[in-house]
């Protein structure tokens, strides 16, 4: 899927100024690219890819592209890099466990290699899905392994090396932890014990495969025959990608906790300065399943797959993300599931009606436009920023060619597609379903003429005829949509 445009409403109009929460300082700080030159450079901690990307996971990206495409829109030149975990990643975040990519090809059957190829490829497709907009960088980890050797060599008088591998030493460089809040006993249980290591949390550099093993993914290095760890990758290709110190670097909260910290540790001991790399870090929230509904062993909703295969249009998860704040908690249930799929069936229906309406004349729409941005200028307040897209979507008075323009803009910031977006679209046939969306819209339509002819056994019998399909008939809908899949 193809960058957004720079739409931004109009060189006239200075826009209210940018503020982001930067979890470093814990504060909400006001935006301002470091190199004007340079533009802003964005890098944002992409998936690892041993199994089909989680909900959960890909909040994470909604929330990254809201902010890429905000940035774009107020005029920012733009950079952006999310990487791919191929390699590196343990079953944990610690320095112990299996290698998610190897342990996902023992189960399968197949090389990591095969593995890290269909889950990218799933990843991408999952991204165009919710119309994330495609980054300028997506590197692969292990296109970069003799980058990250000659890092860690760089590096080494942080470090000291075991059998195991290379580790760095924490206590070499200034306020190790300040992103996460400091480590507390709770921080430090999260890190298994290694032999030899002299502080708990001290973290791998390099992982040397252990005597009498063999990786599929290894390479020869100066502490041994092995694979980099996983903090190591972000730092290399943050640096050769965008140079440091960069814009923002944004993240699942998950990661504030270890996988930053370690990240900017190896930043600082590689610029002997107590500079971060990123001047603004950026964490979303969590997905919180309290229901059980994502669960796998339940056979829950845990990936964009499923959601479709039940029958939901991917964008209703985008809507879902975009109705809570970024750095709320989100709850995922089958009731806030159906209320966005609901909100983006009115906010469909309204825009069709929008798009083709010819209005009362009145060509200034700018008091939308300023609104929109006083919303996502307050860090990326899109809860506040939908209701003024439905109070522009249900304004007669615009003219035709100002609705459609100021409906594009919307469009560039919050990615929903009004306006193209059709009723039609909408229609995702559940994977299981036993009959077809045409063979479902005849049904309904015969279902119609009985009810009009009051033949109401016949009427009863299409409906239940169609229930036992797994197609739940809507009569009365205030929105006019005719039939429903269960969640």
Same mark, same amino acid.
């Given at each position: ?93 610690? &320095? $112990? =466990? *299996?290698?998610?990519? +190897?342990?996902?090809?023992?189960? %399968? ?5 095969? #593995?890290? /190829? ?66 507390? &006993? $709770? =921080? *430090?249980?999260?890190? +298994?014990?290694?032999?030899?290591? %002299? ?5 791998? #550099?390099? /992982? ?66 107590? &500079?971060? =790399? ?210």
């Amino acid at each position: 899927m193809a960058k957004p445009s720079n739409c931004r409403y109009g060189a006239a109009m200075t826009g209210a100024s940018l503020t982001l929460y930067n979890s470093f300082t814990r504060s909400l700080e006001p935006f301002a690219p470091i190199d004007l030159a340079r533009g802003t450079r964005v890098y944002s901690c992409g998936p690892t890819v041993y199994s089909d990307p989680h909900l959960g996971n890909l909040r994470a990206y909604v929330f990254t592209d809201t902010l890429s495409r905000t940035l774009r829109w107020k005029g920012y030149p733009l950079t952006h890099v999310i990487n791919i975990t191929d390699v590196g990643h343990l079953t944990s975040d610690a &320095d $112990a =466990g *299996e290698d998610k990519m +190897e342990k996902a090809a023992k189960a %399968r059957g197949q090389s990591a290699w095969d #593995i890290s /190829r269909h889950y990218a490829d799933v990843f991408r497709r999952n991204l165009a899905d919710l119309n994330i907009a495609m980054p300028d960088h997506m590197p692969l980890a292990t296109d970069y392994v003799p980058a990250m050797i000659e890092f860690a060599r760089g590096i080494e008088q942080h470090c000291y090396a075991l059998d195991s591998g290379l580790y760095f030493d924490s206590t070499t460089v200034p306020d190790y932890g300040k992103l996460s809040g400091g480590q507390d &006993d $709770a =921080g *430090e249980g999260r890190i +298994e014990s290694v032999v030899g290591k %002299r502080h708990p949390q001290d973290f791998a #550099i390099w /992982r040397n495969t252990p005597p009498g093993e063999t990786r599929q993914m290894e390479w020869d290095s100066p502490w041994g025959r092995g694979a980099p760890g996983w903090h190591l990758e972000c730092s290399v290709m943050s640096a050769q990608l965008l140079g440091l110190p960069f814009d923002i670097h944004t993240g699942g909260i998950d990661h504030r906790e270890i996988h930053h910290v370690n990240e900017i540790a190896q930043n600082q001991a590689h610029c002997n300065c107590a &500079d971060s =790399g990123a001047r603004i870090w950026m964490h979303n929230n969590f997905l919180v399943d309290r229901g059980g509904k994502m669960s796998k062993s339940k056979g829950g909703i845990a990936t964009l797959d499923a959601l479709v295969a039940k029958g939901v249009h991917p964008l209703a998860y985008r809507l879902m993300c975009l109705s809570a704040h970024y750095r709320s908690e989100l709850e995922f249930s089958g009731d806030n599931l159906l209320a966005a799929l609901v909100r983006l069936r009115r906010l469909v229906l309204a825009a069709e009606k929008f798009r083709t309406a010819e209005g009362k004349g009145k060509t200034d729409a700018s008091s939308y436009l300023e609104r929109l941005d006083a919303a996502v200028s307050e860090d990326l307040n899109t809860p506040r920023a939908l209701p003024v897209l439905e109070e522009l979507l249900a304004d007669k008075q615009l003219a035709r060619e100002a609705r459609l323009a100021t409906l594009e803009q919307f469009d560039a910031v919050l990615g929903l597609n009004l306006a193209a977006l059709t009723r039609a679209d909408l229609r995702v046939r559940p994977a299981d379903a036993q009959v077809t969306d045409a063979e479902i819209e005849a049904r309904l339509a015969q279902r119609k003429e009985a009810r009009a002819a009051k033949d109401f056994a016949r009427s009863d019998a299409i409906r239940d005829e169609l229930l036992g399909a797994g197609v739940e008939v809507m009569d009365g809908d205030p929105l006019g949509w005719d039939w429903k899949v269960e969640i």
